[in-house]
DNA sequence: AATTCAATTCATCATATGATGACATATTGA
DNA sequence: TCAATATGTCATCATATGATGAATTGAATT
């Protein structure tokens, strides 16, 4: 078995055994990328805080604005990538667009993160 | 009740009971912050791979690094970010360093975003 | 039709971030 | 001590991204 330049971890895995269990429960790649940009769209704080706030019930690009303190086209900019993926729905009524949150995944998705972090900052 | 230049909504709510009930409602702005900086740190491809790989059981540096075909610098800088917010353990065997998911939560992060991803897939 | 206002789109800018290679550190064994 | 190897750190670069203001669209009211 010839070492390579870099060592033999270019070659054959330390735990092979190990390394093939978990290499084949690995979720396929489009799957991963999908969930990772679900992940990302929860990642910026202003963008949760409009999340979490329809995850208490559906409320206007207005009222989401002047609650959190955004500017309404940074609401509307961000309620339009998480329309793309489909996190929130959408209702128009008369000038006003309402949105709401498209899926208890998405609401699951929060208060599982927010158990981890009180429990994480409980711990410390 | 004076008009602003920029409309109603900068000075008044719309729906201002539901609005008043849901501000009462929202997490504190360091908890935010903090489930923010979590699901960011899922929110990348690579990164969540290494997550998803953690959740089957440990494994040290090197076979991360060959098994995704990631360049160990890489892996670890992301292990390193997500040491930084403990969604890792840390352990060191000789040479090498094994890492295992720090919490359940931290699975169960991923199970609900799997569940809601084939969800919207099925359903699209 | 004209006006008003909520919402959206678009271009721009400053900043954040992932990948990479060079270098440093740590541990094992000769 | 010296060599080999796994890991970690750091600087750099290219790219991605959030905030903002200007311009546009759509709907209701007059």
Same mark, same amino acid.
């Given at each position: 078995?010839?070492?390579?330049?870099?060592?033999?971890?270019?070659?054959?895995?330390?735990?092979?055994?190990?390394?093939?269990?978990?290499?084949?429960?690995?979720?396929?790649?489009?799957?991963?990328?999908?969930?990772?940009?679900?992940?990302?769209? %929860?990642?910026?704080?202003?963008?949760? &805080?409009? $999340?979490?706030?329809?995850?208490? *019930?559906? /409320?206007?690009?207005?009222? =989401?604005?002047?609650?959190?303190?955004?500017?309404?086209?940074?609401?509307?900019?961000? %309620?339009?990538?998480?329309?793309?993926? &489909?996190? $929130?729905?959408?209702?128009?009524? *008369?000038? /006003?667009?309402?949105?709401? =949150?498209?899926?208890?995944?998405?609401?699951?998705?929060?208060?599982?993160?927010?158990?981890?972090?009180?429990?994480?900052?409980?711990?410390?």
């Amino acid at each position: 078995m010839a070492k390579s330049k870099e060592g033999m971890c270019e070659v054959l895995y330390v735990n092979t055994k190990a390394v093939k269990k978990i290499a084949a429960r690995m979720a396929s790649g489009d799957v991963i990328s999908v969930m990772a940009e679900t992940f990302s769209l %929860l990642g910026d704080s202003t963008r949760l &805080r409009v $999340v979490q706030a329809l995850s208490h *019930g559906e /409320l206007c690009v207005c009222d =989401l604005s002047a609650m959190l303190g955004v500017g309404r086209t940074a609401v509307s900019n961000h %309620l339009r990538l998480l329309r793309g993926m &489909r996190l $929130v729905n959408y209702r128009r009524d *008369g000038k /006003l667009a309402y949105y709401s =949150l498209a899926d208890d995944h998405i609401a699951g998705l929060l208060a599982e993160c927010l158990e981890h972090v009180q429990a994480m900052l409980t711990a410390s």
